[in-house]
């Protein structure tokens, strides 16, 4: 079954510590992608990687941490410094990223829902 | 880098009716794409438009995109409850907007 998991679907955490949210897909997919939603919001783009061993900033990267050492994987931490952490976070892969007004079609993953205690 | 900014952000339609949404961009793009999000899940991806056309059909979608105007319209023609979700568009980036909420009732 080809796809992209996310793991846990449900976490909480306390204040203060930090929290690692897996992403892994299994498409053969160059690109992956974190997303942050919060209720009644849309996707605002936290990190993305368009090759092993690289990734970029997206919109609200601040607070979080990413790496990519493996293709299929591209775990998401959520540190102390992130001021509010609670929100519905969603991974995404595809092909590539594309680029100049043109990208290709996303794969989501199921999303993890972390809510800080 | 850009967003889409969907339109009308919330429609509330019975089961039957047609269903249209907009979009809105700044920039000009390659590509526009639509996808869906049922409560609590991923999205999904609905269809793809490039610059070069002007309308796409995929069953009940019919997705329209004027590139001079720099829009693009969906339309959910007969509705069923089943299509309450939110719907983003996504011109040209990875970029999502907020969305349209749409409820459809039985």
């Known amino acids: 079954d080809g796809g992209i998991t996310q793991s846990p679907k449900y976490l909480f955490r306390k204040e203060g510590q930090n929290v690692t949210l897996s992403c892994e897909q299994n498409?053969?997919?160059?690109?992956m992608y974190w997303y942050r939603q919060d209720p009644g919001q849309g996707l605002r783009l936290i990190y993305y990687?368009?090759?092993?061993?690289?990734?970029q900033k997206g919109d609200i990267a601040e607070g979080y941490s990413v790496s990519r050492e493996k293709k299929e994987s591209f775990p998401l931490t959520v540190t102390s410094a992130q001021k509010n952490p609670t929100a519905f976070y969603l991974c995404?892969?595809?092909?590539?990223?594309?680029?100049?007004?043109?990208?290709?079609?996303?794969?989501f993953g199921p999303g993890t829902r972390l809510t800080v205690l | 880098s850009q967003q889409g900014e969907e339109d009308p952000q919330a429609l509330s339609i019975q089961e039957g009716e047609n269903a249209t949404m907009n979009c809105s961009y700044k920039?000009?793009?390659?590509?526009l794409q639509w996808y869906r999000q049922n409560s609590g899940r991923g999205l999904v991806h609905l269809i793809l438009?490039?610059?070069?056309?002007r309308e796409k059909h995929s069953g009940r979608l019919r997705v329209t995109l004027d590139t001079s105007k720099k829009s693009s319209s969906l339309l959910i023609t007969a509705s069923r409850a089943a299509d309450t979700a939110s719907y983003f568009c996504?011109?040209?980036?990875?970029?999502f907007g907020a969305g349209t909420r749409l409820t459809v009732k039985p």
């Open positions: 995404a892969s595809s092909i590539s990223s594309g680029k100049g007004g043109s990208y290709n079609e996303q794969f």
């Open positions: 498409l053969n997919h160059d690109a």
């Open positions: 990687s368009q090759i092993v061993n690289d990734f």
């Open positions: 920039t000009s793009i390659n590509n």
């Open positions: 438009i490039r610059s070069n056309e």
């Open positions: 996504a011109p040209g980036d990875m970029r």
